[in-house]
Each structure stands twice: as C-alpha cells, then as structure tokens.
C-alpha cells in the first residue's frame, strides 16, 4: 500500500499543476482579489497612493502613480530599506487592474495601458501597493490602494471621476 501510495503522489502532483495551469483567466482572477495581505510595521511609513491617467495621443491611456513614502521598483537583492527620520520607506511593487483584472505589475511611477484593455463605458483603473511577495500591504486592515474611473466612448476617451483609496 504505501509504495502504490508513493507512486500516486508524483501524479497527482502533475494532475494538480496542469489544473492550475490550464484554468480559466476568470478563475486566476478571483484569485488575485484573495490575495495575501501585510500590515504596515509600526517602524513604517504608511505610503499614500493617488492615481492621474492622461489619454495617449495615440490609443489608450498614461497612468501616473503620484507615490508618497514609498520605494517602488523591481525585486533587489541586498537593497538596504530607507531609514527616513527613524522609520523605514517601504519597499515594493504596484499591481494594475482595470475592470477588476490583473493587467500586470508595475515598477515604477508611469504606464503606459493600451486602448485594448478598456471595455465601452464606464472603466476602473485600480493600482495597488504590493511588497515583493505580492501580499497587499494594508494599514487597518484596508489595502494601501487607489482607483479612478474612465470613459471611453467608441472612438474617444475622457476621464470621468478620480478618487484616491486607501493611503
């Protein structure tokens, strides 16, 4: 019984990697908004987050990220916090969602998001703070964010509503 439980296992390790990799975009979505969270230590600044997106001349949107507090950029090995009057400058990267779906990582302040990620209508753009393990990074329990609305209309584009979330 157990050498047929030891052979069993490295299958069904393979069953369970093909799953996730072969599951549907909706349900690796669902995922992200489950997504581990980390508090601000109490030594660290708690980073504020506002967004301002400005239609491209050519097709979609620059989103800029106005980031106080806060070291974005890629994963550093070795890279020594900031120490800022006794307390430490957070460091990590942003995840960018519009419509509630994870576009991609961000690493720094601009970005460029083509016309081909916006639905007609009404669309959110929702940015937030991640540390380098991809856990949000909260304060009070509510995710260190930010998200403003555009509209785009068949042919143009005007931003509708900005409003800052959490910071």
Same mark, same amino acid.
């Given at each position: &019984? ?9 299958v069904?390790?393979?069953?369970? $990697? ?13 995922m992200? #908004? #489950? ?17 301002? $997106?400005?239609?491209?001349? &050519? ?14 950029? &890629? ?9 800022l ?7 990590? #990267? ?43 990074w ?12 555009? &509209? ?12 800052a979330?959490?910071?």
């Amino acid at each position: &019984m157990k050498k047929l439980l030891l052979l069993a296992l490295p299958v069904l390790a393979v069953i369970a $990697a093909l799953a996730f990799y072969f599951e549907s975009p909706r349900q690796k979505t669902a995922m992200h #908004h #489950h997504q581990t969270k980390q508090p601000v230590p109490k030594n660290a600044y708690t980073p504020s987050l506002t967004l301002q $997106a400005v239609k491209d001349a &050519m097709s979609g949107y620059n989103l800029i990220l106005e980031i106080q507090k806060y070291q974005i950029g &890629m994963p550093v090995e070795n890279l020594k916090p900031i120490l800022l009057e006794d307390k430490i400058v957070l460091q990590g #990267h942003a995840h960018l969602y519009v419509n509630g779906v994870k576009i991609q990582r961000v690493y720094g302040r601009f970005v460029h998001i083509p016309k081909s990620v916006f639905k007609n209508g009404e669309n959110s753009i929702r940015v937030t703070l991640n540390n380098h393990q991809h856990a949000n990074w909260t304060m009070a329990g509510q995710i260190i964010e930010s998200e403003i609305s555009v &509209m785009v209309e068949e042919g143009s584009a005007t931003e509708s509503s900005a409003h800052a979330g959490h910071h």
